[in-house]
């Protein structure tokens, strides 16, 4: 996804740790898909698959920190109004 991490303050990652660690239930350092969709705003999501590739930028299955803090940023409310509009666009790209 691309996005420059280094806008977000350390306030918000330190919340993304927290929640990527509760989420991370086999603590490999990476997200699987089943680990990835516990995060209540997607459970119901239809769309929570293409939401997993997009976070998984290096294509590997899983969903590492970095990748976690690039793709929760997008839905940040401080998150840049572009980086947003790109993400709600790859979602649909199918």
Do not use: C, W
């Amino acid at each position: 996804m691309g996005q420059d991490i280094s806008q977000i303050d350390s306030t918000e990652i330190q919340k993304m740790l927290q929640k990527f660690g509760k989420l991370d239930e086999d603590k490999s350092g990476a997200l699987s898909a089943k680990e990835f969709m516990q995060i209540p705003e997607l459970t119901s999501n239809p769309l929570v698959e293409r939401v997993i590739d997009i976070f998984d930028s290096d294509g590997n299955g899983e969903v590492d920190f970095t990748e976690f803090i690039r793709g929760m940023n997008s839905f940040a409310s401080k998150g840049d109004t572009q980086h947003k509009l790109r993400f709600a666009f790859n979602i649909y790209d199918i």
